[in-house]
């Protein structure tokens, strides 16, 4: 690997979309860099499980599928460089990418960021980050063993990881603004049959409160203002795309954020593909972001040998 070297692809992110990019850039003869901030697998490494990938049965924990993914870069020779992309220069037929430790230039450039969560915008998050407010209930459950937490949305991720909290926690709240979740059937089910959790439908959270550590959340349900005394608030209210380092640039994206594609996940710059959770699409999962990073690679492999 070498910074002065001009690759085939420039692989930004390595979560299934690069990583499967990765896989078959190496088998289409392409060269090919990862360049990540934290790990191989991404987002789904801090995933408790995996249950909705072919050809695992029992499902797979999101730290093993990363290890495997990571252990798969390791025998195809695939370069990982750690490190965080400041800036993109998409303009002309080399594109550059300035990183912490130093610039990557490739024939073609794949985007596969993916996303970070939406942040509820209460009195107490930002202050209390870390000290009873997280993103991550598999990261950080095991704080809350035996308290009452608070959990909000109602999405996949939301029901997900109020069945994770709900092992080691007292009692859950999940407080969800509306009176149906967002999330899917199944989990659903498993949420509403868990002994533990307590749905607070039609409800929002005002505020949280707490000096050192969160110690009670203001909340409003159906119209009246209570307190519910909780010390932890896990927030699920969506994801925005990782997209920082695209300011200044004219990739088209959409009305939130995310990178237009068309079906070979080409962008709107010749050269610039995206694939994963940072595209607009319809289904974000594991599945379709490894579907479109192998697209992606092999699109790139056919311009690229034209
Ligand atoms: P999501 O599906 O967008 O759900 C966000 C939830 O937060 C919604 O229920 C929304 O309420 C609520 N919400 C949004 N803004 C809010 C606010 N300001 N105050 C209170 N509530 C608010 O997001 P997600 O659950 O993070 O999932 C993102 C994507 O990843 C989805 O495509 C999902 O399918 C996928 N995912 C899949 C899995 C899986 O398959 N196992 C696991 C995790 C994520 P409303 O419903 O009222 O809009």
């Known amino acids: 690997m070498g910074k002065n070297q001009l690759y085939d692809m420039v692989i930004i992110g390595g979560g299934p979309a690069g990583s499967t990019a990765a896989i ?76 912490s430790t130093g610039v990557f230039k490739g024939k073609t450039i794949l985007i596969a960021t993916g996303t970070e969560p939406n942040l509820l915008g209460v009195e107490g998050e930002t202050e209390l980050l870390g ?55 199944w989990l659903q089910d498993k949420v509403l049959k868990l002994p533990n959790v307590e749905v607070l439908w039609n409800t929002t959270v005002n505020k949280i409160e707490g000096d050192k550590k969160v110690n009670a959340l203001q909340i409003k349900q159906d119209g009246t203002d209570r307190r519910l005394e909780a010390e932890g608030i896990f927030i699920y209210t969506g994801r925005k795309p990782k997209t920082g380092f695209l300011e200044g640039t004219e990739l088209e994206r959409d009305e939130r954020g995310f990178i237009i594609t068309n079906g070979k996940m080409e962008t709107s710059i010749a050269g610039v593909y995206a694939a994963g959770d940072i595209r607009k699409k319809y289904l974000r999962q594991v599945i379709t972001a490894a579907s479109d990073g192998a697209i992606a690679a092999t699109a790139a492999a056919q311009n690229i040998y034209v």
């Open 131 to 185: 000290r009873g407010v997280s993103y991550c209930a598999t990261c950080d459950a095991a704080f809350f063993r035996g308290k009452a937490v608070g959990v909000v949305g109602g999405g996949d991720a939301a029901l997900e990881e109020t069945i994770f909290l709900s092992r080691f926690v007292e009692k859950a709240y999940l407080i969800h603004r509306r009176d149906q979740f967002r999330g899917c059937s």
């Open 24 to 99: 078959y850039a190496t088998r289409a003869g392409l060269t090919s860099v990862i360049l990540e901030q934290m790990n191989i697998g991404g987002e789904i490494v801090a995933t408790d499980r995996l249950d909705n990938y072919p050809g695992f049965p029992e499902g797979i924990s999101g730290a093993e599928f990363g290890m495997l993914l990571q252990q798969q870069m390791d025998s195809l020779n695939v370069p990982v460089e750690f490190a965080q992309v400041e800036s993109i220069s998409l303009n002309g037929e080399i594109k550059e990418v300035a990183a």
